[in-house]
């Protein structure tokens, strides 16, 4: 079972790139995207019928925004954390099937002057709070741009960002409770050196140069670790400032 999430930073602006031929070559049997910048109403319909699609927009147009595209219908679908103070732009669809939960996550960024960090600081308590009541139903596996580098190994320039938004020593503790909380961190199961980066700055040819950040994850509960087969992230697939990041899982004995 092939999972793939992308921040596609502007779904209308993807389809006009290369997001179909991507949807088709990859073909995954679920997508999450993140930062979608839309509603359903406003892009045409194009992707293939074997998918539904589940969507959270934010209430703020051209902002923010989440959905599922998933193969297999879920027995639930879920929108936001139940937060009033966390659910108004779009970050969160949670798809439940039989043997886990689903959640696409597009945690609030703290900004480029750090306006949002306590705010972010209060997301990352209530997001871990939300999936940790999940977890004691069935397993997680969770998804997304989390818009932090977790350790040095995780941007090219650590030294240099140690204050900057993305790599705080409060957002880098955030993530570090949900790996504290028991969620693995997929890839660096699988690749433990640095250089695999999945957002870069558009500025000053920063791709070219592989000059990122690794803020896009795959965290599932421990329970799942058995099942993981592969983690990957896919820098050469443009059309975005991020780029996707997937892993494989054995399927349940059942399936």
């Known amino acids: 079972m092939k999972l ?28 999450c995207l993140q930062e979608t910048k839309c509603s359903p109403d406003q892009v045409e319909q194009l992707w293939p019928s074997s998918y539904t699609t589940y969507w959270n927009s934010a209430e703020k ?39 886990f939960f689903l959640v696409n996550v597009y945690v609030p960024n703290s900004q480029r002057e750090l306006t949002r960090l306590t705010y972010r600081q209060q997301w990352d308590r209530d997001f871990l709070k939300y999936l940790k009541g999940l977890d004691a139903s069935k397993p997680v596996i969770w998804c997304g741009d989390l818009n932090v580098a977790h350790t040095e190994l995780d941007l090219a320039n650590p030294k240099a960002n140690v204050r900057n938004h993305g790599f705080t020593p409060e957002e880098r503790a955030g993530f570090s409770a949900y790996v504290g909380a028991g969620f693995v961190d997929t890839f660096r199961e699988f690749e433990k050196g640095g250089g695999h980066y999945t957002w870069w700055s558009p500025m000053s040819g920063a791709r070219a140069r592989n000059v990122g950040w690794r803020i896009d994850y795959f965290l599932v509960s421990a329970a799942l670790r058995p099942r993981l087969r592969r983690a990957f992230i896919a820098p050469d697939v443009t059309g975005s400032d991020h780029c996707p990041v997937g892993i494989e899982l054995k399927r349940a004995a059942r399936d």
């Open 4 to 31: 793939i999430s992308w921040n596609v930073n502007g779904l209308r602006a993807v389809l006009k790139k290369n997001f179909l031929e991507f949807l088709d070559t990859e073909s995954p049997d679920i997508l």
């Open 61 to 99: 147009k051209g902002y923010s925004g989440t959905a599922i595209f998933t193969r297999k219908r879920p027995l639930d679908v879920r929108y936001g954390i139940g937060a009033p103070e966390h659910d108004r732009e779009g970050r969160v669809v949670t798809a439940e099937y039989e043997d």
